[in-house]
């Protein structure tokens, strides 16, 4: 028995949660190191002391062992805010729980976890987003994305840009589904863009690895004194307001916060934590997930009702292998924008390089694509044309290991992929009367691209 209270002991001191524990009249009987960190006490002053010699003004409302000891009913994960003994503000979530022998109370449990490090994040968060934000809204001070800027001609791609005009014109909540590196973001862009609110701010935030209480603040603001002395600040719902808030990888958000979410979209107002006014707000809401929604549902991890409630209209965005008849397009878009961010003159990607790039599986979609791109550009000199040279090795192997590719076959396929091509430039150039500029356009490229391909082929011009 003595060594079983001795190894009670121990796993006490160990944990990082602060434990206190009282008898039915309210007197400590186990108070942990951590809680003593808490608090800024030590283990002799609290051991065997009544709750109100300690602290005098703790009362029902605002200690929850008191409450639970006055009512025999736990409290689960419960904020509190107070000066400890140290006179340093702490921020703690609370779980306090009765203990009962048979029917009888005979105490009380309260394990406690110091968040002060998380609130204290939270005001630098709120502090930093309400510097930016009146430079992000400015038209003229950030890139936002238009319809006109997204890439490709499959018809899975161009279904999903129809149903993004669509909700454009409308005020009703989207929900965006695709997998990471699809371009989610882009899209929720040009919805904002494109509608009646784009004089607005759009505000993005992504829900994934954010703590629950970190997540919920920086979305609702905190009023005065909530905790470690929060200020009044507005969160994201404020801060968008009239505008469009984009809530990514919605699906990982904690359930408890979703039915709070919930209930902003059903009546359209807001409570900072730790405020009592109810604050009105409108704000269109675009959701995204890079899970399937219903499956998400089905699994427990996306509230049955915010589903239905986001789901006003569904904007799936392919996956890259869904759509290869785009990646041309998608390469040469991208070789123009670090042309012109890096000061370069690439034309193209080499033969040999397409037929991998249109035959790689792609789990990392566009991004992944993108980033490739950019790789190579960063080795590329003064060529024109980007090869397998200009990827680092084990992008090479990568790309090798998942395309497929019979490498004896390269020579043969390259001179199919080229007669294909050459028999296209010929009769789009032609039917151009000669315009290299129309005749760039219809294929999709970039007029020097299509001024090296022509001399490639030794069409005339």
């Known amino acids: 028995m ?20 009282v008898d039915a009249r309210g007197f400590t009987v186990v108070y942990n190191r951590s809680m003593a960190k808490i608090e800024g006490l030590s283990q002799d002053q609290v051991m065997g002391r009544h709750l109100l010699d300690l602290f005098p003004g703790w009362t029902r409302e605002n200690s929850t062992l008191l409450t639970v000891l006055a009512t025999g009913k736990e409290i689960i ?8 003994f140290q006179g340093k503000h702490i921020t703690t979530v609370n779980t306090t729980r009765p203990i009962y022998d048979g029917e009888r ?12 490090a998380v609130a204290t994040m939270t005001e630098e968060i709120l502090d930093l987003r309400a510097q930016l934000n009146p430079v992000q809204t400015s038209a003229s001070a950030i890139k936002r994305y238009h319809f006109d800027e997204l890439t490709g001609k499959s ?14 014109k409308s005020d009703s909540n989207v929900l965006i589904h695709g997998d990471t590196g699809t371009g989610k973001e882009l899209f929720a862009q040009s919805i904002h ?16 690895a954010i703590p629950e209480t970190l997540l919920e603040s920086l979305l609702f603001g905190t009023a005065k004194g909530s905790f470690t002395g ?18 990514d990888e919605i699906n990982n958000m904690p359930l408890a916060l979703q039915a709070k979410i919930l209930r902003v979209l059903q009546e359209n107002y807001i409570r900072r934590v730790g405020g009592s006014k109810d604050i009105p707000i409108d704000v269109r809401i675009i959701a995204a997930s890079n899970e399937d929604p219903e499956q998400l549902v089905s699994e427990g991890q996306l509230r049955k009702d915010l589903y239905y409630r986001l789901n006003v209209i569904n904007i799936r965005i392919p996956r890259l292998n869904e759509r290869r008849d785009d990646i041309p397009l998608l390469v040469d878009a991208f070789i123009r924008e670090y042309n012109a961010r890096m000061h370069k003159d690439v034309w193209m990607i080499s033969t040999e390089l397409m037929d991998i790039f249109m035959r790689y599986e792609w789990i990392g979609n566009i991004r992944e694509l993108k980033n490739y791109v950019e790789s190579a550009m960063n080795f590329i000199t003064d060529e024109h044309v980007i090869g397998k040279e200009h990827l680092p090795r084990h992008v090479i192997e990568r790309l090798a ?18 007669a294909i091509e050459r028999d296209i430039l010929e009769q789009t150039f032609e039917k151009f009367g000669g315009n290299v500029t129309q005749a760039a356009n219809r294929l999709g490229l970039s007029r020097q691209n299509l001024q090296y391909k022509l001399k490639k082929y030794h069409i005339a011009k």
């Open 401 to 418: 290991q998942r395309s497929d590719i019979e490498v004896a076959d390269v020579s043969d396929l390259d001179a199919h992929l080229s």
């Open 105 to 116: 109370l005979i105490g009380a449990i309260e394990v406690a976890r110091n968040t002060t």
């Open 2 to 21: 003595q060594l079983e209270t001795l190894a009670s002991g121990i796993i006490l001191d160990s944990i990082e949660e602060g434990v206190h524990i």
């Open 155 to 168: 018809a899975l791609y161009l279904e999903a840009v129809k149903l993004a005009k669509q909700a454009a």
């Open 230 to 247: 929060a200020e009044n600040r507005p969160g994201l719902f404020e801060q968008a307001g009239g505008g469009t808030l984009f809530l």
């Open 77 to 84: 994960s419960l904020e509190q805010s107070y000066l400890n």
């Open 193 to 208: 863009s494109a509608s009646t609110r784009k004089e607005a701010p759009f505000i993005a935030q992504n829900c994934a």
